[in-house]
């Protein structure tokens, strides 16, 4: 009988020899013989990623090699590898590997590499939990599972050691919350069989002896091509302080959440700056929106919900400042939720 793992690979063989176009879900659906939604919920399980996720990595992956080794030019990569233009080229390009693609040629600019996907069977031994425990969480009770402890010191100058703990039952309570940027790969976890929709809490002991509890989420998320949980908030971060400013000729207060460095990643800017405006009522329900958007990840962990309107303030590296609108208005894009650029 043919294994499963048979066509999966039949199945990465013929994404691998059509990454300059977009998947053909027949086709696709043909090779693996079970329907395409049987499929990407596989291959979501056994990868963590969709196929079409995976598609997207691989085309980027191989087109960052292009422009740092093969002295390609930005537009004719982004048309083979199926970009409508340079500039959502160079949005995916920028939210893969962290830079846009005019920088991919600089020795500071380390490629982010997804490697081809082969599947076997394995067996392996599997940490069973120490303990469980029951543990409330904003009101909620929670059971937590308990898989023992790592020593920190010989390489932290902070921490001592951390607890590992697993909450069962929590995806759902947990999946909204707000991220942050770090992650924590699996290969940083005791050998305890980590699924995506699992969430985990850690307790980091500090070397004053003072504890630390931070949550992370399994959802999928993928760090130098290991996969990786990614850390999420009980609580947004609270702004820094309250400015006034004026959008459309019209004064609001507006949270400010701080700044950020953009010289490591971009030619033209120093710096930006977020504010979210409150109390905005219905004031930009009917504003005309343009194609720009911007990740949610981009943000600091402010949280956030449909109707939001932010300002960020850019500084350019001629000295120049430009103000710039969002409305968090549903829009996603490459499966990432985002604000949407609005006119002035």
């Known amino acids: ?27 696709l659906s043909r090779i693996a ?21 995976y598609a997207r990595k691989r085309r980027l992956t191989l087109a960052g090699i292009e422009l740092k080794y093969h002295d390609a030019k930005v ?21 893969f590997h962290g830079f846009n693609p005019n920088a991919a040629r600089r020795e500071d600019c380390v490629l982010r590499n997804t490697p081809r996907l082969h599947f076997s069977i394995s067996v392996k031994g599997v940490m069973n939990m120490i303990r469980t425990d029951k543990i409330t969480i904003d009101g909620k009770e929670y059971e937590a599972s308990y898989f023992g402890e790592a020593d920190m010191s010989s390489w932290s100058d902070i921490y001592q050691k951390r607890a590992f703990w697993r909450l069962e039952g929590a995806y759902d309570d947990f999946k909204d919350r707000t991220k942050t940027r770090m992650v924590l790969p699996y290969n940083n976890y005791p050998a305890m069989d980590i699924q995506t929709g699992q969430v985990f ?34 609580h947004p971060m609270e702004p820094l302080r309250i400015d006034r400013i004026t959008v459309r000729g019209k004064e609001y207060d507006a949270a400010y959440y701080g700044e950020q460095d953009m010289t490591g990643w971009t030619e033209n800017f120093l710096k930006r700056e977020f504010r ?37 303030t850019y500084f350019r590296l001629d000295g120049k400042i430009e103000k710039r609108c969002y409305l968090a208005d549903g829009t996603t894009w490459e499966g990432l939720p985002c604000t949407r650029e609005f006119i002035v």
């Open 201 to 234: 809490m850690i307790d980091y002991t500090k070397k004053d002896g003072t504890v630390k509890r931070e949550y992370y989420i399994s959802d999928g998320t993928v760090w130098r091509d290991m996969p990786s949980t990614a850390e999420v908030l009980l």
């Open 33 to 53: 013989r079970c329907s395409y939604s049987d499929l990407n919920s596989l291959f979501l399980q056994l990868t963590g990623v969709t196929v079409a996720e």
């Open 75 to 95: 537009l004719d990569t982004a048309l083979k590898y199926g970009y409508d233009s340079p500039v959502s080229f160079a949005r995916a390009f920028q939210s």
């Open 276 to 312: 979210r405006l409150l109390d905005t009522g219905e004031d930009f329900g009917s504003v005309e929106m343009k194609d720009d958007v911007l990740p949610y990840n981009n943000y600091p962990p402010i949280g956030f919900k449909l109707g939001d309107v932010f300002e960020i």
């Open 1 to 27: 009988m043919e294994l499963i793992t048979e066509r999966l690979n039949a199945v990465v063989d013929a994404l691998e020899q059509s990454l300059t176009d977009k998947p053909d879900k027949g086709e």
